[in-house]
């Protein structure tokens, strides 16, 4: 059957879409359900990216602000010195936490270590086990067509996961496991310096933004990664969507977004 294409056939197109674009997103069309009914394309897409983050960034500072405590721990490795080798090694010797006795291997990451967008996921899952990589199975399938509908090559982006190693039977990933693993994802991050990290999935946004807002109420804005300057977009992941595609019209927003923040970031550059 293949990857469920995730556009829907009436979404209204941009009349100015360039051509190139208008294939790529042919790619994706899908009909609607009876119970589904077409959104408009989102509003703040066309509107100045810079004034769309100083508007957000006082909501997300608000979100966090109602949160308890983060919750991730302290406790993460010191890896703030390691080369991407050194790093590599660590993380597939690494037993900081009871995963490493179900793993196959660990899933490190993969892409262009110099990268403008980086996408951080929740953690491996069956596939990723077996080869090493992520996203490979049916969501990284997905997770390449979406980004094709915004004119990126996935091996133009840096891909990681919270965790390194596949929770069994792909259960949630457990904070003390992503507690374990936050200095190689750290680590990743700095060695890369994105201009925009795409979170995909609600575990992963809250690990990384370090809140418990819901994901509904994190999507449409640009945030910023704590202790850091480094911008931030949440969206769903793929494997939500291959289980709800009704909520892929609203992925493709989350979408349009990081493309009209990284071209607003050109513009200025």
Same mark, same amino acid.
């Given at each position: 059957?293949?990857? !469920?294409?995730?556009?829907?056939?009436?979404?209204?197109?941009?009349?100015?879409?360039?051509?190139?674009?208008?294939?790529?997103? +042919?790619?994706?069309?899908?009909?609607?359900?009876?119970?589904?009914? !077409?959104? /408009?394309?989102? @509003?703040?897409?066309?509107?100045?990216?810079?004034?769309?983050? &100083?508007?957000? @960034?006082?909501?997300?500072?608000?979100?966090? +602000?109602?949160?308890?405590?983060?919750?991730?721990?302290?406790?993460?490795?010191?890896?703030?010195?390691?080369?991407?080798?050194? $790093?590599? &090694?660590?993380?597939?010797?690494?037993?900081?936490?009871?995963?490493?006795?179900?793993?196959?291997?660990?899933?490190?990451?993969?892409?262009?270590?110099?990268?403008?967008?980086?996408?951080?996921?929740?953690?491996?899952?069956?596939?990723?086990?077996?080869?090493?990589?992520?996203?490979?199975?049916?969501?990284?399938?997905?997770?390449?067509?979406?980004?094709?509908?915004?004119?990126?090559?996935?091996?133009?982006?840096?891909?990681? /996961?919270? $965790?390194?190693?596949?929770?069994?039977?792909?259960?949630?990933?457990?904070?003390?496991?992503?507690? +374990?693993?936050?200095?190689?994802?750290?680590?990743?991050?700095?060695?890369?310096?994105?201009?925009?990290?795409?979170?995909?999935?609600?575990?992963?946004?809250? /690990?990384?933004?370090?809140?418990?807002?819901?994901?509904?109420?994190?999507?449409?804005?640009?945030?910023?990664?704590?202790?850091?300057?480094?911008?931030?977009?949440?969206?769903?992941?793929?494997?939500?969507?291959?289980?709800?595609?009704?909520?892929?019209?609203?992925?493709?927003?989350? $979408?349009?977004?990081?493309?009209?923040?990284?071209?607003?970031?050109?513009?200025?550059?």
């Amino acid at each position: 059957m293949g990857i !469920p294409l995730w556009i829907p056939k009436d979404w209204p197109v941009d009349e100015e879409v360039s051509s190139s674009t208008e294939a790529s997103l +042919a790619l994706f069309k899908e009909p609607l359900t009876s119970a589904s009914q !077409p959104l /408009n394309p989102p @509003s703040n897409t066309s509107r100045n990216l810079t004034d769309l983050f &100083a508007e957000t @960034s006082q909501t997300k500072i608000t979100a966090q +602000a109602n949160t308890a405590k983060p919750l991730i721990a302290s406790h993460a490795p010191d890896c703030s010195q390691l080369t991407w080798a050194e $790093l590599e &090694a660590h993380v597939t010797a690494c037993k900081l936490c009871e995963l490493h006795k179900t793993r196959t291997q660990t899933v490190f990451g993969s892409g262009n270590q110099q990268a403008r967008c980086m996408i951080i996921g929740e953690a491996p899952g069956a596939e990723e086990d077996r080869q090493g990589l992520p996203f490979v199975g049916k969501s990284g399938k997905l997770l390449t067509n979406m980004l094709a509908s915004i004119q990126i090559a996935r091996d133009d982006i840096y891909i990681a /996961n919270i $965790l390194k190693c596949r929770p069994p039977n792909n259960r949630d990933p457990k904070p003390e496991e992503a507690a +374990a693993c936050r200095g190689y994802l750290e680590r990743q991050i700095a060695l890369v310096q994105p201009k925009l990290i795409l979170v995909v999935g609600r575990i992963a946004a809250h /690990n990384l933004l370090q809140t418990n807002t819901p994901l509904g109420r994190l999507r449409g804005s640009v945030h910023t990664l704590p202790n850091s300057t480094v911008p931030v977009i949440v969206t769903y992941h793929p494997a939500y969507l291959l289980r709800q595609p009704a909520e892929k019209r609203r992925a493709w927003q989350d $979408l349009q977004l990081a493309r009209d923040f990284l071209a607003s970031l050109s513009a200025t550059s």
